[in-house]
């Protein structure tokens, strides 16, 4: 069982912070935020329609919808990098109106700077606020607590998919965030690779009570980290049901596991079938079928 219990109702796509557990101030707020874009041709995207969320200090929410309904462009928004059209985001209490070390991103792969080791790739940020002097010996602290001490030197083609994303992991925790923004990390690393990093995560998280936001296309993700789930379905992007996970343990083969697992496959097939029936080949073909959603029961790979 994860250390934060919720007691929320799934189902409520209205999640305001009237949705707080008894007594807990959210720590994240984002109340009935829009963003829209203009396509290449002329029409306009929603790409997040009315989404309202509430998440709580030292909460781990994962966030799974199909390609394009959003996810990324609720990240950015919680991030800084971008704003909403209409509604509001607050962290602790204060709006969200830019980009702040407090809120980390760790982007789906590639982002590290390929002239710059793996040290240096973590180092990055102290250097660019001139505080590496006195921060140096956490750059040691985190290449260790990520698994990479014996690669400081090495430069990110020297090293493997995983490896680099514990590099961008590490990247992001040097600043000590409250928020850790995860976009997809592990979409692009096998089954074996991708659970070696979830089981890290849970480290992370359980050692430094950190709000973590992962935004995932796995279900068994999804399930095996989050505290609840947030299900999103696209056009326009919007939170279709969010639910709560209480498992007696963190165990992919229980009854437990599977019976969320089949449960969250349901919803998201049938979302599947009403893109299929209302919309365009090329969004329906971005829906994953259930038998490759799963990262443990396929070698399927997105990427
Ligand atoms: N900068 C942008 N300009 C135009 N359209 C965008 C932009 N960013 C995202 N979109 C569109 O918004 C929708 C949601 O995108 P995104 O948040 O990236 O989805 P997801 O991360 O769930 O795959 C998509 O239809 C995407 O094409
Ligand atoms: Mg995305």
């Given at each position: 069982?994860?250390?934060?219990?919720?007691?929320?109702?799934?189902?409520?796509?209205?999640?305001?912070?009237?949705?707080?557990p008894?007594?807990?101030n959210?720590?994240?707020?984002i109340?009935?935020?829009?963003?829209?874009?203009?396509?290449p041709?002329?029409?306009?995207?929603?790409?997040?329609?009315?989404?309202?969320?509430?998440?709580?200090?030292?909460?781990?929410?994962?966030?799974?919808?199909?390609?394009?309904?959003g996810?990324?462009?609720?990240?950015?928004?919680?991030?800084?990098?971008?704003?909403?059209?209409?509604?509001?985001?607050?962290?602790?209490?204060?709006?969200?109106?830019?980009?702040?070390?407090?809120r980390?991103?760790v982007?789906?792969q590639g982002?590290?700077?390929?002239?710059?080791?793996?040290?240096?790739?973590?180092?990055?940020?102290?250097?660019?606020?001139?505080?590496?002097?006195?921060?140096?010996?956490?750059?040691?602290?985190?290449?260790d607590?990520?698994?990479?001490?014996?690669?400081?030197?090495?430069?990110?083609?020297?090293?493997?998919?995983?490896?680099?994303?514990?590099?961008a992991?590490?990247?992001?925790?040097?600043?000590?965030?409250?928020?850790?923004?995860?976009?997809?990390?592990?979409?692009?690393?096998?089954?074996?690779?991708?659970?070696?990093l979830?089981d890290?995560?849970?480290?992370?998280?359980?050692?430094?009570?950190?709000t973590?936001?992962?935004?995932?296309?796995?279900?068994?993700?999804?399930?095996?980290?989050?505290?609840?789930?947030?299900?999103?379905?696209?056009?326009?992007?919007?939170?279709?049901?969010?639910?709560?996970?209480?498992?007696?343990?963190?165990?992919?083969?229980?009854?437990?596991?599977?019976?969320?697992?089949?449960?969250?496959?349901?919803?998201?097939?049938?979302?599947?079938?009403?893109?299929?029936?209302?919309?365009?080949?090329?969004?329906?073909?971005?829906?994953?079928?259930?038998?490759?959603?799963?990262?443990?029961?396929?070698a399927?790979?997105?990427?």
């Amino acid at each position: 069982m994860s250390a934060i219990e919720l007691e929320h109702t799934a189902g409520n796509s209205d999640r305001t912070p009237a949705d707080a557990p008894h007594g807990v101030n959210p720590e994240l707020s984002i109340e009935h935020v829009s963003r829209e874009f203009t396509a290449p041709d002329g029409s306009i995207v929603h790409a997040l329609s009315d989404v309202s969320l509430s998440i709580f200090p030292g909460e781990l929410v994962s966030i799974i919808g199909p390609s394009g309904c959003g996810k990324t462009t609720l990240l950015r928004l919680i991030a800084g990098l971008d704003k909403p059209q209409d509604g509001t985001l607050s962290l602790a209490g204060e709006p969200i109106e830019g980009p702040n070390p407090k809120r980390g991103y760790v982007f789906q792969q590639g982002s590290l700077f390929p002239w710059l080791t793996v040290e240096e790739n973590i180092a990055f940020g102290l250097k660019a606020q001139g505080i590496y002097r006195e921060r140096k010996a956490d750059v040691a602290r985190y290449i260790d607590m990520v698994g990479l001490r014996g690669f400081e030197q090495a430069y990110p083609h020297q090293i493997s998919g995983g490896m680099a994303q514990r590099v961008a992991i590490a990247r992001a925790l040097i600043d000590h965030p409250d928020v850790l923004l995860l976009d997809e990390p592990m979409g692009a690393l096998d089954s074996f690779t991708r659970a070696d990093l979830q089981d890290r995560l849970l480290d992370i998280w359980e050692q430094y009570h950190m709000t973590m936001i992962l935004v995932t296309h796995d279900v068994d993700e999804a399930i095996y980290l989050g505290s609840r789930v947030v299900i999103m379905t696209p056009r326009p992007g919007r939170i279709k049901e969010i639910v709560p996970i209480a498992l007696d343990a963190r165990d992919r083969v229980s009854d437990e596991f599977a019976a969320y697992r089949k449960q969250l496959l349901k919803k998201l097939h049938f979302d599947a079938h009403e893109v299929h029936a209302g919309n365009s080949a090329a969004v329906a073909a971005s829906v994953q079928e259930p038998a490759t959603v799963s990262g443990w029961d396929t070698a399927k790979k997105e990427d």
